[in-house]
């Protein structure tokens, strides 16, 4: 475990701002202690600092992981975001889309939203920004991408594709399904 490095940082910031802007200093001075980033195998962990310096008793080998998983960096230098940073995103989103609940398990097994199954749309959300996608009972089920800004969803087509998906809920039932 140790600290991102000046890239890995930039790198990281520029993909979380895309969903929640400015609200990543919220994350990191909470209420509850202060929070950090750090890098473990490729992958980054949000972690309250008391812990991280416990953690780091632990030998780099036999450390599993440590606070809540953000997301990988690849091979290429990217970053990929994860679902089980959903819960920590979704109330600070800037951009949110709701769904129809016709529409709920269409997104959850992995396809991307249609106009038909959009219910609402954030006001101002300008095409490929960062969005969360929640049900109409403010449960926030996954994040992707705005194919279509607001403006443009209101006079779509109701097949037109209105986001692409990124992350849903249903990640961990199809990976476990997979590994069988």
Not at 10 to 19: A, E, M, N, R, T
Not at 131 to 152: C, E, H, I, R
Request: a positive charge; charged letters at 25%.
């Amino acid at each position: 475990m140790r600290p991102l490095t000046d890239e890995e940082t930039k790198i990281f910031f520029d993909k979380l701002s895309k969903y929640i802007g400015e609200n990543i200093k919220l994350l990191l001075e909470r209420q509850d202690g202060s929070y950090c980033f750090r890098l473990h195998r490729d992958r980054i962990f949000y972690v309250r600092e008391d812990l991280m310096k416990k953690a780091g008793n632990i030998s780099r080998k036999n450390l599993l992981s440590m606070g809540t998983c953000f997301g990988k960096i690849t091979k290429a230098g990217k970053f990929r975001l994860q679902i089980t940073a959903l819960d920590f995103m979704a109330p600070y989103a800037k951009h949110k889309i709701w769904l129809k609940p016709s529409a709920e398990q269409q997104f959850v097994y992995g396809h991307h939203v249609m106009k038909s199954g959009l219910g609402r749309i954030t006001e101002s959300t300008s095409q490929y920004e960062g969005v969360v996608v929640y049900n109409m009972n403010d449960l926030p089920l996954g994040f992707g991408v705005a194919a279509k800004s607001t403006q443009d969803c209101r006079h779509a087509d109701p097949m037109t594709l209105v986001a692409f998906h990124q992350a849903d809920i249903g990640e961990y039932i199809r990976n476990e399904e997979a590994l069988l």
